[in-house]
C-alpha cells in the first residue's frame, strides 16, 4: 500500500502516465447531466457521506445512463469509507457480503422499499489476486495459496486489504462507460478512461486489454452482450478490439459457476431488450455455448408464444414495472411441459400427477441443480399447475383459484396462452372480468356459465374427433366442458380452436390490475 502511495506520488512528481489512467474531471457544460433523472436518495447517501468528511459519488452503470440521458434504473454509490463508517450513518443500513463487504441503505418499507447500494472503493488487484479476494468460486484452493502473497505478505486474504484509492476503483471496472463517477452535489463527472469521450462515440470499449479482461472474469463476455443490446438502438457499436476476443473466449465461462452464469443470463434477458439480446448473440455466433437454457430461448424465440413473453418483458422494464425471471421461464419452458403432461395422459395417468411429474422432469433436465433458486422454481410451478385449474368454472373452484398468491402471474400466463391461440379467448376474458368484480358478480357470472353449459351438451358433441381427442387429453377442461387445443408445441398448432381474438388491451389494462407477471399480488389489484 505504502509503495503504491509512493509510486503514485513520483508519477504525479515526473509527469508519468499514471498506471491506472489519468483523473479527469468533467463539469455540466460538458457533460450535460439532467440534474431532475438523479434519485433523491442517492443524492441524500452522497450528502450525508460528504457531510462526515468522506468522498462519494454516484457510480457505474447509473452514471453511464444518466450521461446518456436515461433514467438510471437504479443507483450505486462509491466511497472511501469503510463499510462500517458508511453504517454507522445511517439509520437503516446493512452490511452485505462476506469479502466483499457492501453496505444497503434502505429507504421506505414494504414494497415500495428502495436500496441505494454503498461500496468501498476497491484496490485493483491483479487479475489472480482479484480472483482470490473476490472468492471466486472457480479458483481453487491450490490457486488460493499460490495467490495469497499478491494479497497480503503474511499470506493472508484479508479483507480490509482489497480497499484502495478511487483510480483502482476505476481500473477494476469492466467498459469505460461503466466507470465513471458523478458527485451530484459540483455536478463533476470524474472520468479515468475516457468513458465520456467513448459514451459521445457510442461505443463500448473494455478498460484494459480486453482478452486478459475476459479471462479474469468471464462473465464480462456475457455483460458485453448485455450492453451492446441495451445501447444497440443508441448507436453503440463494440470497439474492435472489445469484440474480436469474445468469441474465442466463450471456452472460458466453463469454469464459471453455474448458479453466477444463471443470473446473467437473466439479466440478458431483462434488459428491457431481450429481442435485441438475441440478435446480438446470433450476430456474435454466440446463439449457442453461453448457457444452455439460454440456447433454448435464443431458438425457442421464434416460437410466437415465447416470443410474446420476451415482448411482454421487455414492455414492463421499459414501464418500470418489475418482471419476474419464472414467468419468463415458465413461458420457454412450456412446451416442454405440455409434451411430458400430454404423454402421460395418453399413458392413462392422473392429470395432477401427471403434469407433476412432467414438471419434475423438465426442471430435471431444463434446469438442473441451481442453488438458491427455490423460489424461483416453486413460481415456474404454479404459474404451470395452475394452468388446468382455469378450465373449470363451477363451485367454489374460481373463488378459491383467484385468491391463490399467484393467480396474477398464472392468468397472465394464461391470456398469452389464449394470444396465441392455445386457450379459447372465451376463457381468458371470462378470468379478467370475474378477477376484477366484485363478489356478487362472481356469483352471477359462475351462475350464467353454468346455464350457458346446460344448454350446450349437444353442439359440443357434434364437434370434430380431433377435438374429442384434445379434451380427453385434458380432463380438468372435461369436467368444465371447455375446449382446448391439443397443440404442443405453442405455436397454436393445427387442433380446432375458436378464433374469437381480442387484442390485449395497451399497458395497465391487458390484464386483472394490467400488471402482467405481476408478484404476490391479487387479481383485483390495479397497478
Ligand atoms: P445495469 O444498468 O444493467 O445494472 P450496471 O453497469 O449498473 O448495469 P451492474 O451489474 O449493476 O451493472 O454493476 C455495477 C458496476 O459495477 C458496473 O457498471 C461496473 O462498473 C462494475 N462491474 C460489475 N460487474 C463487473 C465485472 N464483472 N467486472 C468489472 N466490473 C464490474
Ligand atoms: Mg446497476
Known sequence: MIKKFIDNLIAGATGRKPRFGKRQEVGPEQHAIDPTLVDERALSVVHTLKEAGHEAYIVGGAVRDLLLGLRPKDFDVATNATPEQVKSLFRRAFIIGRRFRIVHVVFGRGREHEVIEVSTFRAYLDSAAAEAVSGNERTSKSELAGMHHAVDASGRVLRDNVWGPQEEDAARRDFTINAMYYDPERRIVVDYHGGITDAKKRLLRMIGDPASRY?????????????????????????????????????????????????????????????????????????????????????????????????????????????????????????????????????????????????????????????????????????????????????????????????????????????????????????????????????????????????????????????????????????????????????????????????????????????AQGGARSGTDPD
Open 215 to 515: 479471462r479474469e472474469d468471464p462473465v464480462r463476455i456475457i455483460r458485453a452482450v448485455r450492453f451492446a443490446a441495451k445501447l444497440a438502438a443508441l448507436g453503440f457499436k463494440f470497439e474492435p478490439k472489445t469484440k474480436s476476443p469474445l468469441l474465442p473466449s466463450l471456452p472460458l465461462l466453463n469454469e464459471v459457476p453455474q448458479s453466477r452464469l444463471f443470473d446473467e443470463m437473466l439479466k440478458l434477458l431483462q434488459t428491457g431488450h431481450s429481442l435485441a439480446t438475441i440478435e446480438q448473440l446470433k450476430t456474435l455466433g454466440m446463439a449457442k455455448g453461453i448457457y444452455p437454457l439460454l440456447d433454448l430461448v435464443v431458438e425457442r424465440a421464434e416460437l410466437p408464444f415465447v416470443r410474446a413473453a420476451l415482448q411482454d418483458t421487455d414492455r414492463r422494464v421499459g414501464e418500470d414495472k418489475p418482471v419476474a425471471p419464472s414467468f419468463l421461464l415458465a413461458c420457454v419452458l412450456w412446451s416442454d411441459v405440455r409434451e411430458g403432461w400430454q404423454d402421460r395422459l395418453a399413458r392413462r395417468m392422473h392429470p395432477f400427477p401427471a403434469l407433476q411429474e412432467a414438471i419434475d422432469e423438465v426442471f430435471e433436465s431444463r434446469i438442473g441443480d441451481i442453488s438458491g433458486r427455490g423460489k424461483l422454481g416453486a413460481d415456474m410451478r404454479e404459474i404451470w399447475m395452475m394452468q388446468p385449474r382455469f378450465e373449470k368454472r363451477t363451485g367454489h373452484t374460481p373463488f378459491s383459484l383467484v385468491e391463490q398468491p399467484r393467480f396474477r402471474a398464472a392468468f397472465d400466463f394464461m391470456r398469452l396462452r389464449a394470444d396465441v391461440g392455445e386457450v379459447d379467448v372465451v376463457l381468458a376474458d371470462w378470468w379478467q372480468e370475474f378477477s376484477q368484480a366484485s363478489d356478487l358478480v362472481r356469483e352471477d357470472l359462475v351462475a350464467a356459465l353454468r346455464d350457458e353449459q346446460k344448454k350446450q351438451p349437444r353442439t359440443r358433441r357434434a364437434k370434430p374427433a380431433a377435438q374429442d381427442e384434445a379434451r380427453d387429453l385434458q380432463p380438468a377442461a372435461r369436467e368444465a366442458g371447455d375446449s382446448v387445443p391439443a397443440d404442443t408445441d405453442g405455436t397454436g398448432g393445427d387442433a380446432p380452436r375458436k378464433r374469437r381474438r381480442r387484442r390485449r388491451k395497451p399497458a395497465g389494462q391487458g390484464s386483472p390490475g394490467g400488471d
